[in-house]
């Protein structure tokens, strides 16, 4: 280990994350997971089906896919919105993952620790997921077990890199999404791939390298483009590595090594009483499935005013003020104060209050530009504003925090505090027919109903197909050709 010290992170003199994230690929085996990680991945792999179609008719996917169906290349893999094309698989995995992220829909990864609140962490399905699927169809023949495999070892390696690095990293500008994606991606295809040894720890290095993501592109079409180069970059890196590309081999490591660089550090008393696999991340501290399609961060504070909404069956009109009281992890990336598209409305407390007092329900449906640019909802987004609660501050991170005090034109008032449980989160999770009735949404317009019924139960029989790459058709709807895009 080099003697070099860097002055702006802390990292442990002699560490090996980077042989222990190394050694748990090389070694993980079907066989070896835990029953309920199996249980949760097949959740989450109907989720992030579900979000690709969803997102394969989003503008941000669809100049992606465009662009790759215009530039071709090698066929590896499908195309997502363009049944029957198939593109290099860096290419396919851009489009895909870029499609899964479009609606800030997809799960969350869940943190006992107040400093690692939600948003400080990473959307752990879709990269890995995105990776595992191209990775599937270019090799052909890969087993559903052989998939849910390197979908949860990539899970795994993301949700702990994730966990152990600190919250500086987030709360610096990075996403966390795109740059510890990245790790997730590289790890579910090098799986795949069958790389180890010299290999296996060459591309970690080119993926560490690779990894990126900035927080000022939040509320715009390049958020989503971040995990879809996550998994591109994580295919990248395994490509390159099995074909002999060198990197540093303890790139996670040392003074100069992704925790000290984009992370400021690493936590010891994490990696002293955790590991890889030990334990799983899925099961504890678990994941969240998303109910709505927006930063997750406002979702207690939407289930709040949607239970106000309908308790004292609030009108519209009635509404003279709404305040909104939150601690940092909250207001600041949920950052604008009105939205103007439905991009900005993902981020915006404003945004999403206003469509459940207005139409009671934050779906599709309200997060399009029609309705978010719409007279009502400017209007309402003004009656609506946020304050620092230093009270809120106090009690920590660790949970989703707030308040809404609504003040009527008629001078009464009602007040509520959202409900620390989250719903979708491993204290209140979706039931399976909340989870599909999520995936039916997520399809609307895109496929019909008997390829939407399809999807739900195909996906669910994961484990019993010979050939995972099958997956692939069942979240192609044709799409390419009544999209407008500019030339």
Not at 237 to 244: C, P, R, Y
Not at 362 to 375: M, N, P, R, S, T
Not at 413 to 427: H, K, M, N, Q
Request: charged share 20%.
């Amino acid at each position: 280990m080099s003697i070099q010290r860097n002055q702006f992170a802390e990292v442990p003199v002699e560490s090996q994350i980077t042989e222990r994230a190394a050694t748990f690929i090389e070694g993980t085996t079907f066989e070896s997971i835990p029953k309920e990680a199996i249980a949760i991945a097949k959740r989450c792999l109907l989720d992030g089906l579900g979000l690709y179609v969803a997102g394969s008719d989003h503008e941000t996917t669809v100049i992606l896919a465009k662009l790759a169906a215009d530039q071709g290349g090698k066929q590896e893999a499908e195309l997502l919105g363009y049944p029957g094309t198939r593109v290099p698989a860096p290419a396919a995995a851009r489009v895909l993952g870029t499609a899964g992220h479009a609606h800030d829909w997809d799960d969350s990864q869940v943190s006992k620790d107040p400093d690692h609140v939600y948003g400080l962490l990473t959307h752990p399905t879709i990269p890995p997921l995105t990776a595992s699927l191209v990775i599937s169809q270019k090799l052909g023949k890969v087993t559903g077990e052989e998939f849910i495999l390197a979908f949860l070892t990539g899970f795994e390696v993301e949700s702990k890199i994730s966990e152990w690095m600190f919250s500086q990293h987030y709360k610096r500008g990075f996403h966390s999404s795109g740059t510890v994606g990245t790790f997730g991606a590289y790890t579910a295809a090098a799986k795949m791939l069958g790389l180890c040894g010299d290999e296996l720890r060459h591309g970690i290095g080119i993926a560490a390298s690779l990894a990126a993501g900035i927080r000022c592109n939040f509320g715009t079409m390049t958020k989503p483009l971040h995990v879809g180069r996550a998994a591109e970059n994580g295919i990248t890196a395994a490509l390159m590595a099995s074909m002999g590309y060198t990197a540093d081999k303890s790139s996670l490591d040392g003074p100069w090594g992704y925790f000290a660089v984009q992370g400021g550090g690493v936590t010891e008393t994490k990696t002293l009483n955790e590991d890889f696999g030990s334990p799983w991340s899925i099961i504890e501290p678990g994941v969240s499935i998303k109910p709505y399609p927006c930063g997750v961060l406002t979702h207690p504070t939407i289930d709040l005013m949607l239970k106000l909404v309908t308790e004292h069956d609030i009108q519209p009109d009635a509404i003279k003020q709404v305040t909104i009281k939150a601690g940092s992890n909250i207001l600041n990336p949920i950052r604008y104060p009105i939205a103007h598209n439905h991009l900005q409305a993902k981020f915006s407390l404003q945004a999403v209050l206003s469509m459940i007092a207005l139409n009671r329900k934050a779906g599709k449906v309200e997060f399009e530009d029609e309705f978010v640019q719409g007279e009502a909802m400017q209007t309402m987004q003004k009656r609506m504003v946020t304050e620092f609660d230093p009270d809120i501050e106090a009690m920590g991170f660790d949970k989703m925090r707030s308040s809404i005090h609504i003040e009527f034109e008629d001078g009464h008032t009602v007040s509520g505090d959202a409900d620390e449980r989250y719903r979708g989160g491993p204290e209140n999770p979706l039931t399976l027919e909340q989870l599909q009735d999520k995936v039916r949404s997520c399809c609307e317009g895109v496929l019909n109903s008997e390829q939407t019924e399809s999807l739900i139960e195909q996906s669910q029989q994961i484990l019993e197909m010979d050939d995972a790459a099958q997956l692939a058709g069942l979240i192609q709807g044709e799409v390419a050709n009544k999209l407008k895009v500019a030339n």
